[in-house]
């Protein structure tokens, strides 16, 4: 190599290593900028990959999981913002309190933040309440009935375009519509079917329908015009699908059974 290329070669190489650090102080600054990376998330005993749940130490969850280890690659400290559900998320989306959350995703909600790439994609139905007559979409679309959903979700606006005659109204948690179901004061509920089945074991009577209404696909997202966040949240994903991050967040939440779908059929 001449002195000259040499000179060239060491010139570039010195302007990469200014440039990588001044861009992940840029990244930081904008993704995390209180000096911790505040993750929005859900608290319900629901399960699955989208809720969290508290623990005696704080909280569990594939969220929680996920946003621990985008936290370490940062360099920064992680803390949990909790919401009641991921409209709640959702509205806070502009109030600049959450730096990063994982949540349902939905054309109004893609109006007001960035998403990344999907990482889990749920078949959505309902669940009857002990006794009922109800054994299918025909069945609990009548007048009169009365459907629950967790309020302002994708799977609340699904429930509601899909039914007709049937009302759907929607409660701020999970818990509270859990014990609606059991006492037999609401009909139906509209939730995953993964999480319905489980909801099924704790309440004996109920059913889980057959059909499905909604596919929902949960996926990262970050606030708007939050350009560096998001390309770094996208990439976090996409190398946590293949490295085993993602895989090993659903095992330690009760999802080892659960197959990482990450696309609509």
């Known amino acids: 190599m001449s002195v000259r290329l040499s000179r060239l070669a060491g ?23 209180t000096g911790k990376l ?24 594939v969220p929680v999981d996920l946003g621990r280890e985008m936290a370490a690659q940062l360099g ?14 959702t509205d806070a989306a502009a109030k600049n309190t959450w730096d990063i959350t994982f949540l349902p ?8 933040m960035t998403f990344g790439p999907i990482y889990e994609v749920a078949d959505a139905t309902f669940i009857v309440k002990p006794g009922s007559t109800i054994t299918n979409f025909a ?7 009365k459907v629950a959903a967790v309020n302002n979700t994708t799977t609340m606006r699904g ?27 609401i009909d139906a509920f509209a ?23 909604k596919q929902t696909v949960t996926a990262v997202a970050v606030p708007l015009n939050h350009p560096l966040a998001a390309a770094f949240a996208s990439k976090f994903m996409t ?9 090993k967040a659903y095992d330690n939440n009760g999802l080892k059974d659960a197959p990482i779908r990450t696309g609509t059929k």
């Not at 995703?105 to 007001?112: A, F, G, S, T």
């Not at 109204?169 to 059991?182: A, M, S, W």
């Open 105 to 112: 995703k939905d054309p109004e909600r893609e109006i007001r």
């Open 11 to 33: 010139l570039v190489l010195g302007v990469m290593m200014m440039a990588m650090p001044a861009h992940a102080d840029a990244l930081r600054d904008e993704i995390a900028p």
């Open 239 to 247: 190398d946590a699908t293949t490295n085993g991050t993602l895989r």
């Open 76 to 89: 920064v400290p992680v803390e949990y913002v909790v919401h009641q559900n991921s409209g709640q998320i």
């Open 139 to 145: 069945t609990l679309d009548q007048d009169g009935v």
């Open 159 to 185: 429930a509601i375009a899909h039914l007709k005659r049937a009302k759907v109204t929607g409660y701020q948690t999970y818990d509270e519509i859990f014990n609606l179901l059991k006492s037999g004061e």
């Open 191 to 213: 939730l995953s079917r993964d999480q319905l089945n489980a909801m099924a074991k704790k309440i004996p009577g109920t059913r889980v329908l057959d059909e499905t209404f």
């Open 38 to 61: 505040r993750v929005a998330i859900a608290i319900s005993p629901a399960g699955g990959a989208f809720w969290s749940t508290r623990t005696e130490n704080g909280y569990a969850g």
